[in-house]
């Protein structure tokens, strides 16, 4: 969403709020009356705002109730222990005395999971303002303060909710547009694809959101991508090294909800169950069930979007591997690029991810938020080198025809044996792998081999030594592979 141009009032977030609440506004007012001079004394001229336009915001958020429960109710003359006449530091313990209980709200973990967060413990995780003003304080670094404000703040459409000093993604793209933090996240979701971040706002309905119907389609759109839906911001953390092998999850994913999967037999939907983010325990944690939040059939997904749960069950004859090993173990390790065999597992953001950007799916100048290009189109074309497939395929061994045969006889289906293999087809024929192959999984054919698609295959059967098919382009025809399966 767009913060709203500061200055236009919200009048009607505040109205209805502001009659319903005349008891705990005298309340407030009481103690108010005694907390202000030493709030004058404690700041003099720093104070950013009226203690009375605090009093008022306090009244409507989860903080509502006295002054005194954070700030010192000492009258003038009387020694001031804290900054800002507070009970105790302007710091972490002070609402450590009350959050105690972690994950009592959702996504909370407690103070000694956050001092390990990148945003506990990163020296330059400081609000840099302007609205809330930048914080200055050397201990800055690491504070609650730095997203939320504890009596609450206000933007263009009103009080903001969970206290915090800014909106949805207006809050982490203030850091996380290259500086303070290093990474740019903004750019990431300015680009052509992307998830819809910035597009939606309000349909985030907090760290509880736990039921199919927060993330579908229908029968009320509530389709959204927040941060925080990937995200915990105060349990994310940088990987170590190179990061996990996956299936395993970025430590930068813990703490956010997601859907485990108990597979059936080939074709079906599993059996799905929530975990919300504060389960970071029940074994695998991986990145696929964060994904399945929103792209597998737990949800309602939008028209004409894979039910990714669906195609990538390793019961299935052919599939990425995502979920499982791969169904086809002996692939020759010269068929892949350096770094992946047949053996690798494959996980969403190996090919979902930034063109250039920050790590993570955010967005991409390609369609579909590919890494690389990538055409869903069965359509003659001449194949890139640095198409997605290539990423981990040999472009040598699949789409160059000049390569020698020792070369392409990598796989299976190419020369020698097969007269007329990969490299002829995607080179000379200039027929594109999506002719032939489905790219995440199929749960009726092999080798992720998908029929009626034109220019593609009509029919496919496998036979011990190869196969035949009937494609639109010619007659059937049978081929022999290079080596066995
Ligand atoms: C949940 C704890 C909490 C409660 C309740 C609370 N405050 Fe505060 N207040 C703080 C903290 C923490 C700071 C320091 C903020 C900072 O460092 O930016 C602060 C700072 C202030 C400041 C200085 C802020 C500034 O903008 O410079 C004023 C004025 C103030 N509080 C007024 C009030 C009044 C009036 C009430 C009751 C209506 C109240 N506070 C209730 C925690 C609280
Ligand atoms: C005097 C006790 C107390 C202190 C001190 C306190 N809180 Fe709270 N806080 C509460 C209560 C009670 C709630 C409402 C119930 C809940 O969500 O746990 C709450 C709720 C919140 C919420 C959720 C708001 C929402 O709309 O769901 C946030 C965020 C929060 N507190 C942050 C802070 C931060 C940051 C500090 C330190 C600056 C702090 N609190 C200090 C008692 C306190
Ligand atoms: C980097 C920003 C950031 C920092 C730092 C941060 N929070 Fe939060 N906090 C959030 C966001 C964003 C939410 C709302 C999450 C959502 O909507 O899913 C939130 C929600 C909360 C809630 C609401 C209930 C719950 O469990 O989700 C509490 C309580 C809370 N924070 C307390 C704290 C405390 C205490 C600290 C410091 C020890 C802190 N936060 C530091 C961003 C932050
Ligand atoms: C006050 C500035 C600030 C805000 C606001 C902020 N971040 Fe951060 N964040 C940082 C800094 C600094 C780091 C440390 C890594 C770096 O410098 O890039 C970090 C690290 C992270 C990481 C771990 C990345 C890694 O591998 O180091 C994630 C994930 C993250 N933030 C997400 C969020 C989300 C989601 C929000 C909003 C709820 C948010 N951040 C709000 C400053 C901020
Ligand atoms: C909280 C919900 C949510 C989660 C979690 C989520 N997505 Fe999405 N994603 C969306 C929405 C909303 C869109 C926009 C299109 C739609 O409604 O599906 C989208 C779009 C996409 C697209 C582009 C689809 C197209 O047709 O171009 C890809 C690719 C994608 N997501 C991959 C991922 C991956 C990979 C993950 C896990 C790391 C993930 N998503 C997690 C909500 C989510
Ligand atoms: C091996 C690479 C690869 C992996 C792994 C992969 N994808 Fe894709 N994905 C693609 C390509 C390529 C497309 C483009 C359309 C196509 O080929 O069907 C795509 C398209 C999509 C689309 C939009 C089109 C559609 O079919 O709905 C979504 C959503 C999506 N992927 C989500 C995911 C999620 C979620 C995961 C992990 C659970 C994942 N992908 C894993 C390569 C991959
Ligand atoms: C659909 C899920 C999703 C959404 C929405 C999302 N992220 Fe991410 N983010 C990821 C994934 C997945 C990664 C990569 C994790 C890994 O390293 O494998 C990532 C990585 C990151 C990183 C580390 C980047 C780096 O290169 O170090 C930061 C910082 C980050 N995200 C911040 C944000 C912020 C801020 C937002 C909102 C503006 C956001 N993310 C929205 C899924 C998401
Ligand atoms: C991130 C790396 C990666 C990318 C990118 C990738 N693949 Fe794969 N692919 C693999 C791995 C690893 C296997 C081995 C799985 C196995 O042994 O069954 C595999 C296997 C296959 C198989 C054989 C499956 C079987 O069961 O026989 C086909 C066909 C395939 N990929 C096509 C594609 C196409 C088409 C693209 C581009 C859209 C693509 N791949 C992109 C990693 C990748
Ligand atoms: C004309 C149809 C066709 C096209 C186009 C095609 N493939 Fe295949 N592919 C096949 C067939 C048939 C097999 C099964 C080989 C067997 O019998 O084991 C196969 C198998 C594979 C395998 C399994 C390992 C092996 O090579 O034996 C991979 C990986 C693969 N294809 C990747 C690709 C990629 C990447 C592209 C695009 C660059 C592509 N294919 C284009 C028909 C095709």
């Not at 809050?171 to 290259?178: K, P, R, V």
């Not at 999984?441 to 030594?465: A, D, F, N, W």
Request: proline share 9%; charged share 20%; aromatic share 6%.
């Amino acid at each position: 969403m767009r913060v709203m141009a500061p200055g236009r009032e919200p009048e009607n977030g505040r109205g209805p709020r502001r009659s319903r609440a005349p008891a705990s506004h005298l309340r407030t007012a009481g103690a108010l009356l005694s907390v202000l001079p030493v709030l004058a004394l404690a700041a003099p001229g720093a104070t950013r705002r009226d203690p009375l336009e605090i009093a008022r915001m306090l009244a409507t958020g989860a903080h509502a109730g006295d002054c005194s429960t954070c700030h010192s109710q000492h009258g003038e003359g009387q020694p001031m222990a804290y900054e800002h006449a507070l009970i105790g530091p302007d710091d972490n313990t002070l609402c450590d005395r009350c959050h105690t209980t972690p994950w009592s709200g959702g996504s909370y973990p407690g103070t000694w999971t956050y001092t390990g967060s990148a945003h506990g413990s990163s020296r330059t995780a400081i609000w840099p303002g302007p609205d809330p003003p930048a914080r200055t304080e050397p201990d800055a670094p690491g504070k609650c303060l730095n997203c939320h404000d504890p009596h609450g703040w206000k933007d263009g459409s009103g009080e903001i909710p969970r206290l915090m000093v800014a909106r949805e993604e207006a809050l982490c793209l203030a850091c996380h547009d290259g500086s303070p933090a290093t990474t740019n996240v903004r750019s990431d979701l300015q680009k052509a694809y992307r998830h819809p971040t910035t597009d939606y706002s309000g349909r985030h309905a907090g760290p509880a959101e736990s039921l199919p119907s927060d993330f579908a389609v229908s029968p009320v759109n509530r389709r959204h991508a927040e941060c925080e839906d990937c995200h915990n911001p105060h349990v994310a953390r940088h990987d170590p090294g190179a990061g996990p092998m996956p299936p395993d999850a970025s430590k930068r994913l813990l703490g956010a909800s997601r859907v485990r999967v108990l597979n059936g037999p080939a074709g079906g939907a599993p059996t799905y169950t929530f975990l919300a983010g504060a389960d970071t325990l029940t074994a695998p944690v991986t990145e696929y069930q964060l994904c399945f939040k929103c792209h597998s059939s737990w949800t309602v997904q939008p028209g004409g979007q894979t039910d990714l749960a669906r195609v990538l069950n390793p019961a299935n004859p052919s599939y990425h591997p995502v979920e499982a090993l791969g169904k086809n173990l002996n692939i020759n390790s010269l068929a892949f690029v350096t770094g992946w065999s047949a053996t690798s597992y494959t996980k969403c953001g190996d090919c979902h991810g930034s063109d250039l950007g920050a790590a993570g799916p955010h967005g991409s100048s390609y369609r579909y938020i590919l890494r690389s290009p990538y055409t869903a189109s069965s359509s003659f074309r001449t194949m890139a080198p640095n198409e997605a497939c290539f990423g981990c395929h040999s472009y040598d061994v699949y789409a160059n025809r000049n390569s020698p045969e020792s070369v392409r006889s990598a796989s299976r289906f190419n020369r020698p044996r097969a007269d007329k293999g990969h490299a002829e087809h995607v080179d000379q024929k200039q027929v594109p792998c999506y002719a032939c192959h489905t790219t995440h999984g199929s749960s009726t054919l092999k080798h992720l081999i998908v029929t009626g698609r034109s220019p593609g295959i009509q029919s496919y059967t496998e036979t011990p030594t190869g196969g035949t098919c009937s494609p639109t382009c010619h007659g059937s025809k049978s081929y022999t592979v290079n080596y066995a399966r």
